[in-house]
């Protein structure tokens, strides 16, 4: 473990008691960060009859959008795990309000795909070190630290629909320019805990005496430990695949089967994200007392029933198992992330990037292929055979269990 990564550790262990108030403040930017990143979904019913973009276009702009951010987030992370860079998280989100101010007035399809890249370039910057501070804030806690931050990105998701409904369908494109407002917000609220991360920094390595030693167990468990991550990134990519396909795509299906309105659609939409919001918060504090790996194996399976059914319910019955499928699904997010940060200690930023960056990359590469799958089968085939990924989730069983994983870091 090199030096960097022993400063970071014993930052975090210099906090035994949660930070509370820097993790509220990190959630809430997570929070802004993320709605800015939804306003690109939430626009798609708008461009598709202003601009007549097709499914595999708007897929496209998913793309864009999750790719860059996916990319990126790993290679980010990787590098302020050797080098972290707190003020990075403001200069981030000064790319973001770069492109959500473009994005308001983008008058063709590759304008929109240029200003979307730019916000996801600030939001490959903002997750690994957002996540890095939620660790370093958590204490003893890190279930329940992972969830309050995760839950705050999650919640920012969940206003898609609201932002649809109540700023797209009555102002059009050019509402995406007041999120500039939001922005803004986030580079101050992230101005105040980059200083509060970088004196955290500097007061570790001040303290610090000795480097940390490399257990010597490490090599020996290194095959445990690639295909323990192998099966949590691919659970990862089922769930991402499934949101993915619900956010940009379901509100579609909800106005071709039950006859919807625009803004009706959207708050059905609204109700699953808010759902696995909750799932979020609760999943964390619920890993902690009953462990990661059965909360994991939980989240993916008790979703089935639930996500075979809805394209077939009448609209009421969808409803109520949207929030069900929902809030199941979601309550694995946060553990995700602090299962593979304890699988390999040290790369918090790293293990962020690949855990969160490529659940959106995924998300992105589901958005095109679903995309060509609706253009080509019809929107109910694709809502159907989306409804099957949850039942990746037998993998799960396959993990290490949670004793496994701390016996490898010992």
Do not use: C
């Not at 708008?46 to 007549?52: R, V």
């Not at 097709?54 to 702009?61: D, E, N, P, R, V």
């Not at 979703?303 to 199941?328: D, E």
Request: glycine share 10%.
């Amino acid at each position: 473990m090199g030096q960097q990564a022993v400063i970071q550790t014993k930052a975090a262990d210099a906090n035994s008691s949660t930070v509370f108030k820097i993790l509220f403040i990190i959630g809430i930017s997570h929070l802004l960060n993320d709605a800015i990143q939804a306003v690109v979904p939430a626009m798609f019913p708008i461009l598709e009859k202003s601009m007549g973009l097709s499914y595999t276009q708007l897929g496209i702009i998913a793309f864009s959008l999750n790719m860059v951010s996916s990319v990126m987030q790993p290679v980010i992370g990787l590098f302020t795990d050797k080098k972290p860079m707190p003020f990075a998280l403001p200069v981030g989100l000064t790319f973001t309000f770069a492109g959500v101010l473009s994005l308001g007035f983008a008058a063709s399809f590759q304008w929109i795909v240029l200003s979307v890249i730019f916000i996801g370039l600030g939001s490959a910057v903002f997750h690994p070190e957002g996540s890095r501070v939620a660790h370093m804030a958590a204490g003893t806690r890190r279930g329940l630290a992972q969830s309050i931050y995760q839950v705050g990105g999650n919640s920012g998701q969940a206003l898609a629909p609201l932002i649809t409904a109540l700023i797209f369908v009555p102002l059009g494109q050019k509402g995406a320019s007041w999120f500039s407002i939001v922005a803004a917000l986030a580079v101050v609220l992230l101005t105040y805990i980059a200083i509060w991360y970088n004196r955290q920094l500097v007061q570790a390595a001040a303290s610090l005496k000795k480097k940390a030693a490399v257990k010597g167990n490490r090599d020996r468990v290194a095959k445990g430990v690639g295909k323990a991550l192998f099966l949590i990134l691919l659970l990862i990519f089922a769930r991402s695949w499934y949101i993915s396909g619900m956010t940009n795509f379901y509100a579609f299906y909800a106005i071709h089967k039950y006859g919807m309105s625009i803004r009706e659609s959207q708050f059905f939409l609204f109700a699953f994200l808010v759902a696995g919001a909750f799932g979020t918060f609760f999943g964390g504090p619920l890993s902690d007392r009953f462990g990661k790996k059965n909360i994991i194996a939980f989240s993916m399976l008790a979703t089935i029933p639930f996500s075979v059914l809805i394209p077939y319910l009448p609209s009421y019955a969808a409803f109520l198992f949207l929030l069900a499928a929902g809030f199941i699904l979601m309550t694995s997010f946060s553990v995700t992330v602090v299962y593979a940060q304890e699988l390999i200690p040290g790369k918090i930023g790293m293990m962020s990037g690949l855990t969160v960056g490529l659940a959106f990359g995924m998300g992105a590469i589901g958005s095109v292929g679903l995309g060509s799958i609706a253009d080509l089968t019809g929107l109910p085939t694709m809502i159907g055979l989306l409804g099957l990924l949850p039942i990746i989730g037998l993998t799960s069983y396959l993990l290490p269990s949670d004793k496994q994983v701390n016996a490898w870091n010992k």
